[in-house]
Nanobody
Framework: QVQLVESGGGLVQAGDSLRLSCAAS????????MAWFRQATGKEREFVAA????????YYADSVKGRFLISRDNAKNPVYLQMNSLKPEDTAAYYC????????????????????WGQGTQVTVSS
């Protein structure tokens, strides 16, 4: 089990950018496939982006494609989510998730693929 800690959330205006970070306490994330999910108030948790353990393959929800960028630095631990051109509908709690399971088919976008979760960081985008 790995303990994940997210940071970087905040209150911004539409069109602004934020960068979220996800780090593991006391270990690296190099052996994990990683993802970001988000959950808005009153809605179900939804997939945002994922990155394979090698860092060579990334996946995005259609709603964020072209605006968000997921990246990782396996030597330094964190996984990042760069969020540009933010919209009010991006307002949600953002969660980092990790798994040592290999991706298959579209498993990268299922919350049930991931075994470890952070506590979340709030992102609020005002119009």
């Amino acid at each position: 089990q790995v303990q994940l800690v997210e940071s970087g959330g905040g209150l911004v205006q539409a069109g602004d950018s934020l960068r979220l970070s996800c780090a593991a306490s006391g270990r690296t994330l190099s052996g994990y496939n990683m993802a970001w999910f988000r959950q808005a108030t009153g809605k179900e948790r939804e997939f945002v982006a994922a990155i394979a353990r090698s860092g060579g393959t990334t996946y995005y929800a259609d709603s964020v494609k072209g605006r968000f960028l997921i990246s990782r630095d396996n030597a330094k631990n964190p996984v990042y989510l760069q969020m540009n051109s933010l919209k009010p509908e991006d307002t949600a709690a953002y969660y980092c998730a990790a798994t040592q399971r290999s991706y298959y088919s579209s498993s990268h976008n299922s919350q049930y693929t991931y075994t470890d979760w952070g506590q979340g960081t709030q992102v609020t985008v005002s119009s």
